[in-house]
């Protein structure tokens, strides 16, 4: 598919991707401006990586044929990588060196309870194969009550040797605030052969050695795989510039990009998009909903992007910059179920293969099937790339005789006559339901009215389920972009190269602490710019420097209080005034007359690059953006329409 709109020239080919669970969306822009889209399955015996595949399509390149350096001037890449491995447990193999007498910290967590009537508790493995206790400790103020014990150590890691470790993990209390053992463990590790070495206070220099250590682990876990990934991508993309997109919604050099970051590495790009658009339409607030073939994002943006710092995945509470998405198992592959007394849509997806039954490739019922038996899915509108010989389009046929046996089987169990229509639109209403539901978790339960939003529905299957979502929200906007299909690879693009740093200070918020703040901020920036010009050689030139903006964050909370909220740093009083409404809005009540306490302070440096312009599409004759191209009959609510 291309969709073409004239933008800023480029001088070469720009692409940006995004590899999904099902799909991998590719968006380019030529060198004389205009926008190519593709989607190709993520997995298939015909090509060995579909990322790599569809800019070869492009190009009108052979299988084996190198990529053109000469002709593309970069490549920037969202992947579900480090998630998948994550979620199933393919990551490297990992050694815990932490404090002596705290080996089992990171297991026993905070001992949260989820699900509080669950009479089974199934807790996720750790992410850790070997454990080592380090003799020493440091307390809370930095000051060393023990010293290292060297020499037990030394013999620790002499059996680590032996055990063909990938990655070492290390998290020793309280190292946010004085690192000495830790650096002195990757010291005594380097003499004795390990290179994948991964401390925490590196990893994320915050206090709660729960969430640091297991956002450390993380890292060390995913190290393997990421590395096996940018291998594979840079042998085939050679001199080529690339960069990857990070959960926190800003690019990374490949050099940087780690798996604490890539989490929400696709997802990040859709709601960089919703931003954008929301700009561009100038509308008050917009809720991004991105339905794809595994899973739902939604997210919400007004003025600013709203993120979190701290999230369970899994099991796992990691303590990492992400922008807030909330995902739900509901995308165009989740499968259809009955267990004999209640209809299920997910968590289990069919995935790109065998995917759905109208892919023809043998799989089960999914969502895709239940929206082409009611008539939200034109088969012509797909392209050829399905059955056996993999040349044609969707099956209807199948599908229509999978629901025929599922609703015979539903209606002799319940005693009842539904048709497959009726059966079909049932797993449908469940699947919005769900998608609904993730919205108000963002939106009412903070505070907001969705109501006053617009909703944008983007991936693959958004638009199939935008009135039904929107319905049950009683929103009555919804904006669906020429670009909906492929909206998350166009956000990657859209997307700027940040750097980021945090520190925790622990202090009351005052006047008179405003100067120590302002003091470790410019710290802050003059080491992150330190570091990064190691990186990014173009920061030491006069150009770099003008291309970059910095934004300060702090934490602030009422003193005893456990949460806290990230706001902008601005001045004393207008801080402590956005404060105190914000948390009259999410809690109903205000801590007014309560002593603030900073916990964290936030730094970014971001590059103000344009990779791509913004896609601009062209008016029909009349101001209308669509044609019909053809009409059919769709079954909604009971009925034909």
């Given at each position: 598919?291309?969709?073409?709109?004239?933008?800023?020239?480029?001088?070469?080919?720009?692409?940006?991707?995004?590899?999904?669970?099902?799909?991998?969306?590719?968006?380019?822009?030529?060198?004389?401006?205009?926008?190519?889209?593709?989607?190709?399955?993520?997995?298939?015996?015909?090509?060995?990586?579909?990322?790599?595949?569809?800019?070869?399509?492009?190009?009108?390149?052979?299988?084996?044929?190198?990529?053109?350096?000469?002709?593309?001037?970069?490549?920037?890449?969202?992947?579900?990588?480090?998630?998948?491995?994550?979620?199933?447990?393919?990551?490297?193999?990992?050694?815990?060196?932490?404090?002596?007498?705290?080996?089992?910290?990171?297991?026993?967590?905070?001992?949260?309870?989820?699900?509080?009537?669950?009479?089974?508790?199934?807790?996720?493995?750790?992410?850790?194969?070997?454990?080592?206790?380090?003799?020493?400790?440091?307390?809370?103020?930095?000051?060393?009550?023990?010293?290292?014990?060297?020499?037990?150590?030394?013999?620790?890691?002499?059996?680590?040797?032996?055990?063909?470790?990938?990655?070492?993990?290390?998290?020793?209390?309280?190292?946010?605030?004085?690192?000495?053992?830790?650096?002195?463990?990757?010291?005594?590790?380097?003499?004795?052969?390990?290179?994948?070495?991964?401390?925490?206070?590196?990893?994320?220099?915050?206090?709660?050695?729960?969430?640091?250590?297991?956002?450390?682990?993380?890292?060390?876990?995913?190290?393997?795989?990421?590395?096996?990934?940018?291998?594979?991508?840079?042998?085939?993309?050679?001199?080529?510039?690339?960069?990857?997109?990070?959960?926190?919604?800003?690019?990374?050099?490949?050099?940087?990009?780690?798996?604490?970051?890539?989490?929400?590495?696709?997802?990040?790009?859709?709601?960089?998009?919703?931003?954008?658009?929301?700009?561009?339409?100038?509308?008050?607030?917009?809720?991004?909903?991105?339905?794809?073939?595994?899973?739902?994002?939604?997210?919400?943006?007004?003025?600013?992007?709203?993120?979190?710092?701290?999230?369970?995945?899994?099991?796992?509470?990691?303590?990492?910059?992400?922008?807030?998405?909330?995902?739900?198992?509901?995308?165009?592959?989740?499968?259809?179920?009955?267990?004999?007394?209640?209809?299920?849509?997910?968590?289990?997806?069919?995935?790109?293969?065998?995917?759905?039954?109208?892919?023809?490739?043998?799989?089960?019922?999914?969502?895709?099937?239940?929206?082409?038996?009611?008539?939200?899915?034109i088969p012509g509108s797909f392209p050829k790339t399905f059955g056996p010989e993999r040349n044609a389009s969707l099956d209807a046929a199948a599908a229509k005789e999978k629901f025929s046996v599922l609703t015979n089987e539903i209606n002799a169990a319940l005693g009842v006559s539904l048709g497959r229509l009726e059966v079909a639109e049932g797993f449908l209403r469940i699947a919005n339901e769900k998608m609904a539901r993730a919205i108000k978790e963002i939106s009412v339960s903070k505070g907001?009215?969705?109501?006053?939003?617009?909703?944008?529905?983007?991936?693959?299957?958004?638009?199939?389920?935008?009135?039904?979502?929107?319905?049950?929200?009683?929103?009555?906007?919804?904006?669906?972009?020429?670009?909906?299909?492929?909206?998350?690879?166009?956000?990657?693009?859209?997307?700027?190269?940040?750097?980021?740093?945090?520190?925790?200070?622990?202090?009351?918020?005052?006047?008179?602490?405003?100067?120590?703040?302002?003091?470790?901020?410019?710290?802050?920036?003059?080491?992150?710019?330190?570091?990064?010009?190691?990186?990014?050689?173009?920061?030491?030139?006069?150009?770099?420097?003008?291309?970059?903006?910095?934004?300060?964050?702090?934490?602030?909370?009422?003193?005893?209080?456990?949460?806290?909220?990230?706001?902008?740093?601005?001045?004393?009083?207008?801080?402590?005034?956005?404060?105190?409404?914000?948390?009259?809005?999410?809690?109903?009540?205000?801590?007014?007359?309560?002593?603030?306490?900073?916990?964290?302070?936030?730094?970014?440096?971001?590059?103000?690059?344009?990779?791509?312009?913004?896609?601009?599409?062209?008016?029909?004759?009349?101001?209308?953006?669509?044609q019909t191209i053809s009409s059919q009959d769709i079954f909604y609510e009971g009925s034909p329409l």
């Amino acid at each position: 598919m291309i969709s073409s709109s004239h933008a800023k020239p480029a001088a070469k080919w720009r692409f940006a991707i995004d590899r999904g669970g099902t799909f991998t969306d590719i968006v380019a822009l030529d060198p004389e401006g205009n926008f190519h889209t593709l989607k190709l399955l993520s997995r298939s015996p015909s090509y060995r990586d579909a990322s790599i595949e569809g800019i070869r399509r492009m190009l009108d390149l052979r299988v084996h044929d190198p990529l053109p350096e000469d002709k593309i001037a970069g490549i920037r890449f969202g992947t579900t990588l480090a998630t998948n491995a994550l979620l199933e447990r393919k990551g490297g193999k990992v050694a815990l060196l932490t404090t002596k007498g705290f080996a089992d910290l990171l297991d026993i967590g905070y001992q949260n309870r989820p699900h509080i009537f669950k009479l089974c508790i199934k807790k996720p493995s750790p992410l850790y194969s070997v454990i080592v206790e380090v003799d020493e400790r440091i307390d809370c103020e930095g000051r060393i009550l023990k010293g290292l014990d060297t020499q037990a150590l030394r013999q620790d890691i002499e059996e680590l040797r032996r055990k063909d470790m990938d990655t070492i993990a290390v998290v020793l209390m309280h190292s946010w605030k004085n690192p000495l053992h830790e650096v002195f463990c990757e010291k005594l590790l380097n003499e004795y052969g390990f290179s994948s070495i991964i401390l925490s206070h590196k990893t994320i220099n915050l206090v709660k050695i729960v969430s640091r250590g297991q956002t450390t682990l993380v890292d060390a876990y995913l190290s393997t795989a990421i590395a096996d990934y940018l291998g594979e991508i840079e042998k085939t993309t050679g001199d080529i510039p690339i960069e990857f997109m990070q959960s926190n919604g800003s690019l990374s050099a490949p050099s940087v990009f780690s798996g604490k970051d890539a989490i929400l590495s696709g997802p990040a790009g859709g709601v960089n998009a919703v931003a954008r658009i929301a700009e561009d339409i100038k509308v008050k607030g917009i809720i991004g909903l991105d339905m794809g073939g595994t899973s739902t994002d939604v997210s919400r943006f007004e003025s600013e992007f709203e993120k979190v710092y701290e999230r369970t995945i899994d099991g796992i509470t990691l303590q990492t910059e992400m922008l807030n998405i909330v995902t739900v198992a509901a995308g165009g592959g989740s499968i259809l179920n009955f267990d004999g007394r209640k209809m299920t849509v997910g968590p289990e997806s069919a995935g790109s293969y065998p995917g759905p039954v109208s892919y023809g490739f043998g799989g089960p019922l999914t969502v895709t099937d239940a929206n082409l038996l009611t008539g939200r899915l034109i088969p012509g509108s797909f392209p050829k790339t399905f059955g056996p010989e993999r040349n044609a389009s969707l099956d209807a046929a199948a599908a229509k005789e999978k629901f025929s046996v599922l609703t015979n089987e539903i209606n002799a169990a319940l005693g009842v006559s539904l048709g497959r229509l009726e059966v079909a639109e049932g797993f449908l209403r469940i699947a919005n339901e769900k998608m609904a539901r993730a919205i108000k978790e963002i939106s009412v339960s903070k505070g907001f009215d969705v109501r006053e939003y617009a909703l944008l529905c983007f991936g693959g299957a958004g638009g199939q389920h935008a009135c039904s979502i929107a319905s049950l929200l009683d929103i009555d906007t919804i904006i669906i972009h020429p670009l909906g299909s492929v909206m998350s690879a166009y956000g990657i693009g859209l997307a700027q190269p940040a750097w980021k740093a945090e520190q925790t200070v622990l202090m009351p918020y005052n006047i008179n602490t405003l100067k120590e703040i302002e003091s470790t901020f410019e710290d802050m920036e003059k080491h992150l710019m330190e570091k990064e010009r190691l990186c990014h050689p173009n920061l030491t030139t006069n150009e770099g420097i003008e291309n970059l903006r910095t934004n300060r964050e702090i934490d602030l909370r009422p003193k005893g209080a456990e949460t806290f909220l990230t706001l902008k740093y601005m001045h004393f009083s207008e801080t402590s005034k956005t404060f105190n409404a914000r948390y009259e809005k999410l809690f109903g009540f205000s801590p007014s007359d309560t002593e603030l306490e900073a916990v964290n302070l936030r730094l970014e440096i971001r590059e103000s690059t344009e990779f791509f312009s913004p896609y601009r599409g062209k008016r029909q004759p009349g101001g209308t953006f669509a044609q019909t191209i053809s009409s059919q009959d769709i079954f909604y609510e009971g009925s034909p329409l």
